[in-house]
C-alpha cells in the first residue's frame, strides 16, 4: 500500500488543522493505520492508532485529552488526523503508517517498527 500525508501547514498556538492521508494499492480496510510524528533532533513518536474498521482509537497519553482525533473512511482509503487548540510543542513532521498485521489487533501505543508502510510526512509548524 502506498501513503500519502496531506493538510499540514503553518498555523498559530491555538488553530486547528485537519491532516489527511489517502492510500492507494492495498487493500485499506486490512490495514491498521497509525500517525507519528516526529520533531527536529528527537525520536518518532506516536500520536494515534486506529482499527481496520474504525470503531476503536487509541491515543498517546499526552493528547488524552483529546485534542487529537484520529477517524477513516474506508469507502474512500482515507484516514485523518483532526488537530484542535494547537500548541507550538505540537510541531513536527507529521506521518502516517499502515500495516496489515494490525487487522484484527485492537489499537494501542505501538512503535514505529509495528508499521510497515509509512507516507512521506507532512510538516506542522505551530507559532506562539
Known amino acids: 500500500v502506498q501513503l500519502q500525508a496531506s493538510g499540514g501547514g503553518s498555523v498559530q498556538a491555538g488553530d486547528s488543522l485537519r491532516l489527511s492521508c489517502s492510500a492507494s494499492g492495498g487493500t485499506f480496510s486490512s490495514y491498521g493505520m497509525g500517525w507519528f510524528r516526529q520533531a527536529p533532533g528527537k525520536e518518532r513518536e506516536f500520536v494515534a492508532s486506529?482499527?481496520?474498521?474504525?470503531?476503536?482509537?487509541?491515543y498517546a497519553d499526552s493528547l488524552k485529552g483529546r485534542r487529537f482525533t484520529v477517524s477513516r473512511d474506508n469507502a474512500n482509503n482515507m484516514v485523518y488526523l483532526q488537530m484542535r487548540n494547537l500548541r507550538p510543542e505540537d510541531t513536527a513532521l507529521y506521518y502516517c503508517?499502515?500495516?496489515?498485521?494490525?487487522?484484527?489487533?485492537?489499537?494501542?501505543?505501538?512503535?514505529?517498527?509495528?508499521?510497515?508502510?509509512w507516507g512521506q510526512g507532512t510538516q506542522v509548524t505551530v507559532s506562539s
Open positions: 486506529i482499527s481496520s474498521n474504525g470503531l476503536s482509537t487509541w
Open positions: 503508517a499502515a500495516d496489515e498485521r494490525l487487522m484484527f489487533v485492537p489499537p494501542r501505543e505501538r512503535r514505529p517498527d509495528e508499521y510497515a508502510y
